[in-house]
């Protein structure tokens, strides 16, 4: 990516929100204090409050005075923090991401810092147990994986969502194991650990919250709040960052890390809270039942994105398309005012869908996304013979993958039984001549039928074989 990588520590919530004062309250402060104004910065922390992506602000009054005067007097740098305990983020960390995206857009400089050491201690933020170690090589290839994934979403923002109207702010990937891994244990608690109190630390809810648990909690994840709260002097140091992003969870964490700044060096910080986006029956968007939806094509498919935005229930797509997507307000209730029309279009369904997937993924990606779509429920054949491999493998995830060599004559039962589709004998070839086989989309019940060229095998070189409702199994044909 061209800019280098600037940002917000952001760490990811999940759990529920600590509000400082309600929505009525905020919504009235932001309007009262900001409204009048005709500033850029003011009108954003207004409209990200409308959108619902920021929810509250620490310390209490930042919200109505210090803060929108800071933005006003120039380019700020926020930054967000994502710990890399897997390989790929997931739908729960956009909205942090589509967060600091707001700031670039309004000017300003954005941190997003990877824990690579972070990661390596364990975040007890809405965790009932401590997570699982990780070692530093899986912690390291994590981070890259994640890296890759962060830039490619800000790449395409730039190129899809970016109206050029004012120049984006600077974009910086951080790994805080930079800072860390020419300390010792000695001197890092020599030098920070004297300024935090023990009983600050421990009425903490996420602290509170485990030490009332079963299991407890160690000295190491107890500690993780001392890191977090390091981070953010280290980059106010470094960089200037006065303001944080994180989840609602995450407010103990701010207000460590506010009260070390304050103490260190005096200096005045922030922090702005984004929600805890869920579904309708309570769960964490993007881990219903514990299946997550990925940010990463590898572990979650374009296609697969876009339909699980499209899936989403009517009560919830309005929101999302203001949390989501940066369509303007007045486009979005345009956008709602027609799917009132005419539900059957699912019209503000598609454009959620399709909006996420190209930030996500990009153009090609939402392409993609579309012709699987086309090729599995409506049955088309431009879209299967315009599909690549990757495109089939991904939308028939758990289907067989077969290359084959392609000999003058071979037939319907002859592709069948080298995949493996049907019994072996009598059996196998009676399932053809019941119907029971489709290649295409189209039902054959000729067992000895020759295949045919643009027919069973696609102009791609491929045929996609279906055994009953569910069985699919592609094939790649070979020429002589």
């Known amino acids: 990516m061209a800019a280098s990588m600037v940002g917000i520590c952001c760490y990811v919530s999940r759990r529920g929100s600590c509000n400082l004062f309600g929505p009525a309250t905020l919504c009235l402060t932001l309007r009262s204090k900001f409204h009048s104004s005709s500033s850029a910065h003011n009108g954003l922390l207004l409209s990200l409050h409308k959108r619902g992506v920021l929810k509250d602000s620490f310390p209490e009054n930042a919200a109505q005075d210090q803060l929108p005067r800071l933005l006003q007097s120039g380019a700020q740098t926020v930054y967000c923090g994502f710990d890399p305990t897997a390989d790929s983020l997931h739908v729960g960390n956009l909205l942090a991401l589509i967060g600091l995206l707001h700031f670039?857009?309004?000017?300003?400089?954005?941190?997003?810092?990877?824990?690579?050491?972070?990661a390596q201690i364990g975040d007890p933020s809405g965790k009932t147990s401590e997570r699982e170690q990780l070692c530093a090589d899986v912690v390291e290839a994590n981070t890259h994986s994640i890296r890759e994934s962060i830039?490619?979403?800000?790449?395409?923002?730039?190129l899809h969502f970016h109206d050029g109207s004012r120049p984006l702010g600077t974009v910086t990937v951080l790994n805080n194991l930079s800072w860390y891994k020419n300390w010792g244990v000695v001197g890092f608690l020599s030098e920070a650990g004297r300024h935090f109190r023990m009983g600050t630390m421990l009425s903490r809810h996420s602290v509170q919250s485990r030490l009332k648990s079963a299991e407890g909690m160690s000295l190491t994840e107890f500690t993780y709040q001392v890191f977090q709260a390091y981070d953010f002097h280290h980059l106010n140091q470094i960089y200037g960052c006065k303001i944080q992003l994180g989840g609602t969870d995450q407010l103990g964490n701010l207000m460590s890390g506010h009260e070390y700044i304050h103490k260190v060096s005096g200096e005045e910080v922030y922090g702005l809270t984004i929600p805890l986006v869920t579904s309708t029956?309570?769960?964490?968007?993007?881990?219903?039942?514990?299946?997550?939806?990925?940010?990463?094509?590898?572990k979650t498919s374009p296609f697969e994105l876009y339909q699980f935005f499209l899936r989403q229930p009517d009560a919830s797509v309005e929101g999302y398309l203001k949390l989501f997507t940066f369509l303007p307000l007045a486009e979005v209730e345009k956008l709602m005012e027609q799917q009132r029309e005419d539900p059957s279009k699912r019209l503000a369904h598609k454009r959620l869908a399709a909006e996420v997937t190209k930030l996500v993924?990009?153009?090609?990606?939402?392409?993609?996304?579309?012709?699987?779509?086309?090729?599995?429920?409506?049955?088309?054949m431009q879209a299967l013979e315009e599909m690549s491999d990757e495109e089939l493998q991904e939308l028939f995830r758990e289907a067989p993958f077969h290359e084959l060599l392609l000999e003058p004559g071979t037939t319907v039962i002859d592709a069948c039984r080298k995949v493996g589709a049907i019994p072996e004998g009598p059996r196998g070839y009676q399932m053809v001549s019941d119907g029971a086989v489709w290649i295409n989309h189209t039902r054959t019940d000729n067992p000895e039928q020759v295949l045919i060229p643009k027919l069973h095998i696609?102009?791609?070189g491929l045929t996609l074989l279906?055994?009953?409702?569910?069985n699919f199994y592609i094939i790649k044909w070979l020429s002589l």
């Open 458 to 460: 696609l102009a791609n």
């Open 466 to 470: 279906r055994v009953g409702k569910k």
């Open 151 to 158: 830039q490619r979403i800000f790449t395409n923002h730039e």
């Open 361 to 380: 993924h990009g153009k090609e990606g939402l392409e993609s996304a579309k012709r699987c779509t086309n090729a599995l429920y409506h049955s088309s």
């Open 281 to 298: 029956v309570g769960d964490k968007l993007g881990k219903t039942a514990g299946n997550a939806v990925w940010l990463n094509r590898d």
């Open 104 to 118: 670039r857009s309004a000017g300003h400089h954005v941190i997003a810092v990877l824990g690579g050491a972070t």
